[in-house]
C-alpha cells in the first residue's frame, strides 16, 4: 500500500514538458551575458516565474518576476520584482544578494521581452504548480487508518454490545472505547469548536500584516509556494470553494484544530495515564490560549500542529501487542508517515518537530527491547514515507536560499540554562527520587530533557515575540506529553489507592503553571492583526466592482488587504514611492483605505502627499492601538488611525492644503 501511494505522489512530478524552461531561456542567457549572473528557472506559476540564483559558495537568492504582484519590492518597466524569502532589512543582506537583485532589474530595463503568459504550461497553469494539486498524502492517510480502524473494529463492537444503557455507555464513552467513545469524541470536538468560535474571534496570525499572502497562496498551485507545496496542496480547494477564500480556511483550520484534544487523551492514555488524567489533558488542549489562536487563523503553525498531534496519536493508538511484522503495526505506521510527510511540504518549521514524534513510543508498557525495537522499527518506516513521498519538495527548500534562512545553525551548541531551566532540572530530579517506578521516570525524564535540548538547539523563531516562538516550540507537544505524563504517573504511583486523582492533579497543576507563565506573551495582538480584523468586516459592506488603493509597502513594513482574485471587489497595493495620483480619480467605486503604514516614518510622508491631492469623503475609521509585530521593527507612534475614504475627486485647488505636523 505504501508503495502504491508512493508510486501515485511521486508520478505528477513528470506530468509536464519544460515548457516553462524553454520559452525563458532566451531571456536567462541573455540576461547572463550582460549581468554574468547564473540562473535557472524553478517555476512558472500564472503569470510569473521563479527564478534561482547562483551567488558565492553558500549563497544563493531567489527572485520572483510577476505582471500582477501586489506591492512588489519593485516595478521594472511593469514587471514586480521581488526577493522570494523573509529578510528583516534588506539593506543588511549581503552585498552579493542585494546586487543580484540590482542586476536583474536593469536586465528587466533593457530587456523587457519576458513572456510571461507563454511560460505557463499546457492548461494555462505553471509546470510547477502541477506537481501536486490534492492532498493525496492527506487523503492516503485517511484510507490507511480507516482499514487500521476496521481491523480493530470488531473487539470495540463487542465491547460495546456488553455496555447496553445509559449508565454503561456513559462509562465506555468515559472510557473512550467502541461506539460511545466514537459519540463523545464527536461531542467533545463540537463543543470545542463551538465554545472557541463563541469566545475568540477568527483573526490573522502571520506577522508584518502577511497572512492575506498565505491565502493567496492557498488560491494558487501548489508549486509556487517557496516554503513548499504543502500549504496550498491542503487548503487549495478550501478557498476555491469558499467565498470568502479565508473565512473558509478559517473554519477547515477550526474543525480541524477541534480534535487536538481528543488526539491528546489518545496520547495520554497511551503513555499508561489513568483516565480521569487524559481528560484533564484533552480539556487544557482544549482551552490553551495559544492553541486556540492558532485555530482560529490561516497559520501554517496551525496545520503542521494538527498533523503531527495527529500522527502521534495513531502511533500512540498501535496496539502493545503488536509486532513489527504484523498489520497491527504497519497500519498505523504507514498513517503516521503519510501525516507527517504531508506536514514537512509546508513549512521548513515542521522538519525538526516531525522528526521526533515516533519518540511517542518510547514511554508505552512493555520491555524496554520490545519499546526501542518498535521505535527504530516506526522510525525507519515513517522515515522511508517521508523520504519517498516529500523528499524532493524538502530539497527544493534546502536547495534555495530559504533553506539557508530556516536550517538550523547547529545542533552541537548547547542552549544556554536559564534560572527557571535550572529550577525545572532541580525539579525533575527531586521527581526522580520521589517516584516509585524510578525507570519508567528515567525513561520519562531523558526522554523530556532531549526534546527540551532539540527545540531550544533548532529554535528557529526563538529571537520573535513570545506568541511567535511559542507556536513553534508547541509542536514538540505530542512527545513532551507523553514524557510528562510517564514521569507524574511514575511519582503518583506511590499512592496506589489514589494514583488517578494524584496524576490528574499534577498534570493539571503542571498543565496551568505552564500556561500561567507564558499567559500575557501568547496573548498579544498586535496592530497588523488588529486592522485585518476591521478589514475583513468593512470589505462587505462596498459596492460590487470597487477598487480600493492603499499604501501596502513602506521599506521594511508590508501589509496586504484581505481582498483576492475571486472577491467581487478589488485592492491595488502601493509602495510608498508608487502611491501617487490615481489616473481615476472620482466614481462611487474608488475607494482609498489609510492603512497603519501611514503611520510609520517611511510611510507617513507619501500618505499625507496622496491624500492632499484628492478630495476624500471619510466611510469608516478606527483606532487602533500601537503594537509591533515584528521585534526588530520599531513600534507605532501613539494610537493608530485608519480609515476608509471614498475618492470623490480632486482636490481644489483654492483649499489650502492642511500643514504637515
Not at 563 to 578: C, F
Not at 640 to 660: M, N, Q, T, W
Amino acid at each position: 500500500m505504501v508503495v502504491v501511494a508512493t508510486l501515485i505522489l511521486l508520478a505528477p512530478t513528470f506530468a509536464f514538458a519544460n515548457t516553462c524552461e524553454q520559452v525563458t531561456q532566451g531571456w536567462l542567457d541573455r540576461c547572463h551575458q550582460r549581468s554574468g549572473l547564473s540562473m535557472r528557472v524553478v517555476g512558472c506559476p500564472p503569470g510569473r516565474v521563479l527564478l534561482h540564483v547562483e551567488l558565492a559558495p553558500a549563497t544563493s537568492l531567489d527572485l520572483e518576476i510577476s505582471r500582477s504582484a501586489r506591492a512588489p519590492f519593485r516595478r521594472v518597466n511593469g514587471y514586480g520584482l521581488s526577493p522570494v524569502g523573509e529578510f528583516a532589512d534588506w539593506s543588511k543582506e549581503p552585498e552579493a544578494r542585494r546586487a543580484a537583485l540590482d542586476q536583474v532589474a536593469v536586465c528587466l530595463e533593457r530587456d523587457p521581452a519576458l513572456a510571461l503568459d507563454a511560460a505557463e504550461g499546457p492548461t494555462g497553469e505553471g509546470a510547477a504548480g502541477h506537481r501536486m494539486s490534492v492532498p493525496w498524502l492527506l487523503l492516503g492517510a485517511l484510507v490507511v487508518l480507516l482499514a487500521s480502524f476496521l481491523r480493530r473494529h470488531r473487539a470495540s463492537r463487542a465491547f460495546a454490545m456488553r455496555s447496553w444503557g445509559l449508565a454503561g455507555w456513559a462509562r465506555t464513552a468515559w472510557q473512550g472505547v467502541g461506539l460511545p467513545g466514537l459519540v463523545a469524541m464527536l461531542a467533545g470536538t463540537s463543543a470545542v469548536l463551538a465554545i472557541r468560535a463563541l469566545a475568540v474571534p477568527a483573526r490573522f496570525f502571520h506577522q508584518n500584516g502577511q497572512g492575506p499572502f498565505w491565502i493567496e497562496i492557498a488560491l494558487r498551485d501548489a508549486g509556487t509556494c517557496r516554503y513548499g507545496p504543502g500549504y496550498a496542496e491542503l487548503f487549495g480547494w478550501v478557498a476555491r470553494w469558499g467565498n470568502p477564500p479565508d473565512v473558509a480556511i478559517f473554519a477547515a483550520m477550526a474543525t480541524g484544530s477541534a480534535l487536538i484534544p481528543w488526539f491528546g487523551w489518545r496520547i495520554t492514555r497511551s503513555a499508561g495515564a489513568p483516565v480521569c488524567a487524559a481528560w484533564v489533558v484533552a480539556g487544557l488542549l482544549a482551552v490553551h490560549p495559544l492553541a486556540i489562536r492558532l485555530a482560529q487563523s490561516e497559520s501554517y503553525l496551525g496545520v503542521q500542529l494538527i498533523l503531527l498531534f495527529a500522527a502521534a496519536a495513531v502511533l500512540a493508538s498501535m496496539k502493545r501487542e503488536a509486532t513489527v511484522r504484523s498489520l497491527s503495526f504497519i497500519l498505523p505506521t504507514a498513517g503516521a508517515g503519510l501525516l507527517l510527510a504531508q506536514a514537512v511540504r509546508i513549512h521548513p518549521t515542521s522538519w525538526v518537530p516531525a522528526a521526533t514524534i515516533p519518540l511517542v513510543l518510547i514511554c508505552r508498557r512493555g520491555s524496554l527491547r520490545s519499546r526501542l525495537l518498535e521505535l527504530t522499527a516506526a522510525g525507519l518506516g515513517i522515515g522511508a514515507i517521508v523520504l519517498a513521498a516529500s523528499g524532493s519538495a524538502v530539497s527544493n527548500v534546502l536547495s534555495g536560499s530559504l533553506g539557508q534562512q530556516w536550517q538550523p545553525s547547529s545542533l552541537l551548541a548547547f542552549p544556554a540554562l536559564s534560572a527557571l531551566g535550572l529550577s525545572a532540572v532541580l525539579a525533575s530530579l527531586g521527581l526522580v527520587l520521589g517516584s516509585r517506578n524510578r525507570m519508567l521516570a528515567i525513561e520519562s525524564l531523558t526522554v523530556g530533557w532531549v526534546l527540551v535540548y532539540i527545540a531550544a538547539a533548532t529554535d528557529l523563531l526563538g529571537n520573535n515575540f513570545g506568541w511567535i516562538a511559542d507556536a513553534y516550540r508547541i509542536q514538540f507537544a505530542p512527545p513532551m506529553l507523553v514524557a510528562c505524563v510517564g514521569l507524574t504517573c511514575s511519582v503518583a504511583a506511590r499512592w496506589p489507592h489514589r494514583k488517578a486523582i494524584a496524576a490528574s492533579a499534577a498534570i493539571g497543576v503542571l498543565g496551568v503553571t505552564l500556561v500561567g507563565i507564558r499567559y500575557e506573551a501568547q496573548t498579544v495582538i498586535p496592530t497588523d492583526t488588529r486592522e485585518l480584523r476591521w478589514a475583513m468586516q468593512w470589505r462587505t459592506r462596498l459596492p460590487a466592482g470597487a477598487n480600493v488603493d492603499y499604501l501596502a509597502r513602506a521599506e521594511k513594513h508590508t501589509i496586504g488587504l484581505p481582498v483576492y482574485d475571486t472577491s467581487l471587489i478589488q485592492a491595488t497595493g502601493r509602495t510608498a514611492e508608487g502611491l501617487v495620483i490615481l489616473p481615476k480619480t472620482a466614481g462611487s467605486l474608488v475607494f482609498y483605505y489609510r492603512s497603519s503604514l501611514c503611520s510609520t516614518p517611511e510611510g507617513a510622508p507619501s500618505c499625507r502627499q496622496f491624500e492632499r491631492s484628492l478630495d476624500l469623503e471619510p466611510l469608516e475609521t478606527r483606532v487602533l492601538p500601537s503594537q509591533s509585530s515584528l521585534p526588530w521593527l520599531p513600534p507605532y507612534d501613539g494610537p493608530i488611525e485608519v480609515g476608509l475614504f471614498r475618492v470623490r475627486g480632486a482636490a481644489r485647488k483654492s483649499v489650502r492644503c492642511e500643514d504637515e505636523r
